[in-house]
């Protein structure tokens, strides 16, 4: 799968390469929150195509350390965060607890081509980010919403859209609770995990007029990590009790286990796909291995409108 094959953005190998760098980089100096030198931050992997390369040429990373100011007792806490594109329009990506910001690469191709710069973000323990995962610290995993408030007040972000797979919806949810305005008023979820939502998204969702669709399925692709709908009960619950700021799609795993029975698809078998990635190198996850998420060119036209609806 992948490779040098046909685009799958459907766009002229050369065109990504009009991007230039990227243009997201950290310019409020934030208390509590350290960042190391700019760095190439470009993913390896031949099964990125031609479009895909071009686009993480224009990558730049940051090591990030936040101190007890930000993370109380969990400090010190590091983050990678990644930088890529030139568009006028903001995306922030996170990715859940056993992922890495790789899974993103080719939706970041896709999202570039509609005019987005793109953050990609990984919380402590995921991909490049060293150190423990905050799940395993003593305070667990509410630090994640002021890590990533911290991060998007850093690079002078307004009004961005948020695409969260997993738990790292819940640090969405959490840093969009406390304060709303650094985000605009739409948002996706990949088979959102959360162990409660705070009851301030709704209210914040209902005076900005914001929403969220949400996508589930069970898992990705044959290769993925087992999942099933039923991690997704909170946020699922959430949807059904708030219809006005949420939106539920149903889609069949290619190729997959269907764990949920009674499931019936609102898209395509090939509208969101993915499969797991060999990383010899072990620069994207100590692994050896990502999941690399492939969407079709209908998935990126419809979570691009979704986006700026």
């Known amino acids: 799968a992948g490779g040098w094959g046909r685009c799958v953005c459907g766009l002229a190998p050369g065109v990504m390469a009009a991007t230039g760098s990227c243009r997201l980089r950290p310019s409020t100096p934030v208390a509590g929150l350290k960042f190391g030198a700019p760095s190439p931050g470009g993913i390896k992997s031949e099964a990125l195509d031609p479009c895909d390369r071009s686009l993480q040429d224009t990558c730049l990373q940051w090591a990030v350390e936040a101190d007890a100011s930000i993370v109380g007792e969990d400090a010190p806490a590091k983050l990678n965060i990644r930088s890529l594109g030139s568009g006028p329009k903001c995306l922030v990506t996170i990715q859940g607890l056993g992922r890495c910001s790789a899974l993103w690469a080719k939706l970041w191709t896709g999202m570039a081509a509609k005019g987005f710069s793109v953050l990609a973000v990984e919380l402590p323990g995921q991909g490049r980010a060293l150190g423990r995962s905050l799940s395993t610290r003593p305070a667990g995993g509410p630090k994640d919403g002021a890590l990533l408030r911290a991060i998007l007040t850093a690079f002078s972000t307004s ?40 009851e301030e998204v709704r209210a914040n969702m209902e005076d900005a007029g914001a929403d969220v669709t949400m996508f589930v399925a069970d898992g990705w692709g044959k290769s993925d990590t087992p999942f099933s709908l039923a991690n997704c009960a909170v946020w699922l619950e959430w949807c059904y009790t708030c219809p006005g700021q949420a939106e539920m799609v149903t889609l069949v795993p290619p190729r997959g286990a269907i764990v949920t029975g009674g499931i019936k698809p609102m898209r395509p078998e090939d509208f969101l796909c993915g499969h797991k990635v060999a990383d010899h190198a072990k620069s994207e996850s100590p692994t050896g291995d990502f999941f690399l998420l492939t969407p079709s060119p209908a998935c990126v036209q419809e979570l691009s409108m979704l986006l700026q609806k």
């Open 159 to 198: 009004e961005v859209c948020v695409i969260a797979e997993g738990g790292g919806s819940g640090a969405f949810a959490r840093a969009y609770a406390s304060e709303p305005a650094l985000f605009g008023a739409h948002h996706v979820l990949l088979n959102p995990v959360v162990g409660a939502v705070p």
